[in-house]
Nanobody
Framework: QVQLVVSGGGLVQAGGSLRLSCAAS????????MGWFRRAPGKGREFVAV????????YFADSVKGRFAISRDIARNTVYLQMDSLKPDDTALYYC?????????????????WGQGTQVTVSS
C-alpha cells in the first residue's frame, strides 16, 4: 500500500499563493488517481481536485476552478496542488488521498489511502 505525507500549508494573505506537496512512498502514484480534499471548520470533507492515474486528465471543484492546479512528478513520486488567488473561503485543512477505483472520483469514500492534513489559512 501507499503512504502519503502532505506538506506546504501555511498562512497567506488573500490573493496570495501556496503550493502543497503530497509525497508518496511504498508504491508508485502511477497506480492511483490522486486527489486533494479539504475540510473547513464546521464543514464536511470537500473535493478539491484529482488527477487521473494516467496523468492525462484533471478535475476541479467549481469553487477552485481557474485558481488551483494539480500536477505530479513521477520521478519524485509526488503530487502537487498549486493554489493561486487564494480567498479566505479557501481556509481549511487540506488532505491528499489515493484511489484505486476504476475512475477518478469526487467522493472521499472512494479513496483508500490518506495523508495527514496540512492547514491553509487565508487572511483577508
Amino acid at each position: 500500500q501507499v503512504q502519503l505525507v502532505v506538506s506546504g500549508g501555511g498562512l497567506v494573505q488573500a490573493g496570495g499563493s501556496l503550493r502543497l506537496s503530497c509525497a508518496a512512498s511504498g508504491r508508485t502514484i502511477l497506480n492511483y488517481h490522486m486527489g486533494w480534499f479539504r475540510r473547513a471548520p464546521g464543514k464536511g470533507r470537500e473535493f478539491v481536485a484529482v488527477i487521473h492515474r494516467s496523468g492525462g486528465t484533471t478535475y476541479f471543484a467549481d469553487s477552485v476552478k481557474g485558481r488551483f492546479a494539480i500536477s505530479r512528478d513521477i520521478a519524485r513520486n509526488t503530487v502537487y496542488l498549486q493554489m493561486d488567488s487564494l480567498k479566505p473561503d479557501d481556509t481549511a485543512l487540506y488532505y491528499c488521498a489515493a484511489s484505486e477505483a476504476p475512475a477518478p472520483n469526487y467522493d472521499p469514500v472512494r479513496y483508500e489511502y490518506w495523508g495527514q492534513g496540512t492547514q491553509v489559512t487565508v487572511s483577508s
